[in-house]
C-alpha cells in the first residue's frame, strides 16, 4: 500500500513525487515510457526555477528575452531586468532530470505502466490498474493523483470532467532542427498568426533550435495544422533567422493541450487530485504549462502532506488544492487571458498587429503589453481602458 500514486511522471507528476517522496511518504510514480519526447518548444519560465534548482547547475542556454511578432510583423523586443533567465530544454532531458530528482527522494518509478483505470472498493477509488509489459499490474494508495497528460485516461473515468473536446484544445507541431542560423541565442521568438495560433522558434544551443506552431479553438478544424507548419517554414521572415534549405531534423512530432484553462469544478474528488495538462494547467494564448504545471504538483503534494498527516482523504479536505492561493491566482490569471482571445484575434488579429504597433512607439504601453503576455499578475484596468481604445 502505497500512500500516494502518482499517475504520469511528466513535469507536474515528478515535482509532485519529488516532493512527497521528501518528506518520508511512499510514493508510486507510474510512467508509461520513460524514452518519450514529450512534443513540446520546451521554453521553461524563470519563474520554474526555484521548484527545479538543479537547472542552475546545468550548461543550458540562457534565455534572457523574448521578440514578439504580431501578423502583420510588428515587432515587440524585450529583455529581462537584473540576471533573470529562462531557458529551452530538449524535453527528454528536461523530464529524466525531474524523475531523476523525484528517485533520488525516494520515489518509486514504474516505467512501461500504462494507467488504465481505477480500481474501485465501495464506490471509493483506491488504486490505478495499468497494463505493463508482463500483464495488468494493480497499486493501492491512500491519494490517487493524474498527471498523465493531456490524453489521460483517468480523468474522464475519474467523473470529474469528460474528454477534452477539439475546441477546448490547442493543437501543435513541432521540430528539434539543427544547423546555421542567424538567432540570437538569448532570445526566444514568437509570431501570432491572423488565426488563433502562432509560431515559435525557441534557441538550444550548439546551433539547435525548436520550431513550430499551433492553433486553437475552432481554428483546430479551420485550418491543416501540417500546411500551417510548412507555410511558417517557408515564410521570408523566419527565413530571415533560418536562411538554410536543409537543416537535420533531429525530432519532430505533433500533439495537443488544454486551451481552456482549469476547469475549477473537476481539480479534486475523494482520495483525488488532477494536476498539470490534465486539470487544465496551462496558459491560454501562451499554451505555456510547464512552470504552471509543475507549480500544480508542488501544490497537490502540499496539500497531499497535510492530509496524510491528518489522515483526511475527504473531498471536503482536499479542496484546499483548489483553493491553495497559488492555483486560485493561476486561475484568475487563465480566466482573464482567456477573456481577450475574442478581442485579440478579432479581423484576423488586427488587434493584436495594432497593440504591437502601439508598443513600437509608446515604452510605458510597451511595458504592460509585455507584462500582460508574460508576467502572472493582472493588467491594471487603466490599461485594459487603453487597450480598447486601441480598436
Ligand atoms: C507542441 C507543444 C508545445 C508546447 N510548448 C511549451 C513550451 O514551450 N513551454 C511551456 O511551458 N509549455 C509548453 N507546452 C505545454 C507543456 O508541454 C505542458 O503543459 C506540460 O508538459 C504539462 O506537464 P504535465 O506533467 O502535466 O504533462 P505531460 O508533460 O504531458 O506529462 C504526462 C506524463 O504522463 C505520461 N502518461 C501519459 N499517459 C499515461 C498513462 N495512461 N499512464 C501512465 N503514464 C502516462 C506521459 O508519458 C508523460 O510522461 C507545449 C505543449 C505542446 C503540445
Not at 497494463?131 to 490524453?151: C, F, P, V
Not at 525530432?251 to 486551451?259: D, I
Amino acid at each position: 500500500m502505497y500512500d500516494v500514486i502518482i499517475s504520469g511522471a511528466g513535469p507536474s507528476g515528478s515535482k509532485c513525487a519529488e516532493v512527497l517522496a521528501k518528506k518520508g511518504f511512499k510514493i508510486a510514480l507510474l510512467e508509461k515510457d520513460i524514452n518519450w519526447r514529450k512534443p513540446c518548444g520546451g521554453g521553461v519560465h524563470h519563474r520554474a526555477f526555484y521548484l527545479i534548482p538543479k537547472l542552475r547547475k546545468l550548461n543550458i542556454p540562457k534565455i534572457h528575452g523574448i521578440v514578439m511578432h504580431s501578423a502583420d510583423y510588428h515587432k515587440l523586443e524585450y529583455r529581462m531586468k537584473g540576471q533573470k533567465y529562462g531557458t529551452v530544454m530538449d524535453r527528454l532531458e528536461f523530464d529524466n532530470l525531474m524523475r531523476n530528482t523525484a528517485i533520488d527522494e525516494g520515489a518509486e518509478l514504474f516505467n512501461k505502466n500504462l494507467s488504465l483505470d481505477f480500481i474501485v472498493k465501495n464506490k471509493v477509488k483506491i488504486g490505478i490498474r495499468t497494463k505493463s509489459s508482463s500483464g495488468t499490474k494493480e497499486y493501492y494508495g491512500k491519494i490517487l493523483i493524474i498527471a498523465d497528460g493531456m490524453s489521460s485516461k483517468l480523468a474522464p473515468k475519474s467523473g470529474l470532467r469528460s474528454k477534452w473536446k477539439t475546441e477546448e484544445l490547442g493543437i501543435a507541431k513541432c521540430a528539434i532542427m539543427e544547423g546555421d542560423n542567424q538567432l540570437d541565442e538569448e532570445f526566444i521568438y514568437t509570431y501570432f498568426r491572423p488565426y488563433k495560433g502562432y509560431g515559435w522558434i525557441f534557441p538550444l544551443g550548439n546551433k539547435k533550435f525548436n520550431i513550430g506552431v499551433t492553433t486553437f479553438a475552432e481554428d483546430n478544424t479551420n485550418y491543416n495544422l501540417f500546411s500551417l507548419y510548412n507555410q511558417f517554414l517557408k515564410d521570408s521572415h523566419i527565413k530571415k533567422y533560418i536562411s538554410n534549405s536543409n537543416y537535420k531534423i533531429i525530432w519532430t512530432g505533433a500533439f495537443p493541450f488544454p486551451a481552456e484553462g482549469v476547469l475549477e469544478k473537476s481539480l479534486y474528488d475523494d482520495n483525488l487530485l488532477l494536476i498539470g495538462d490534465t486539470g487544465g494547467f496551462v496558459s491560454p494564448i501562451s499554451g505555456e504549462g510547464i512552470h504552471t504545471s509543475i507549480i500544480s504538483g508542488n501544490t497537490a503534494a502540499e496539500v497531499a502532506i497535510k492530509a496524510l498527516q491528518e489522515e483526511d482523504y475527504s473531498k471536503t479536505f482536499l479542496k484546499k488544492y483548489k483553493s491553495h492561493p497559488e492555483i486560485r491566482k493561476m486561475i484568475r490569471n487563465f480566466k482573464l487571458k482567456r477573456s481577450m482571445i475574442k478581442f485579440f484575434y478579432e479581423k484576423r488579429g488586427e488587434n493584436l498587429n495594432k497593440l504591437l504597433a502601439l508598443a513600437e512607439k509608446d515604452p510605458e504601453f510597451k511595458n504592460h503589453v509585455v507584462d500582460m503576455f508574460l508576467s502572472k499578475s493582472l493588467p491594471s484596468q487603466d490599461f485594459i481602458s487603453k487597450l480598447k481604445t486601441v480598436n
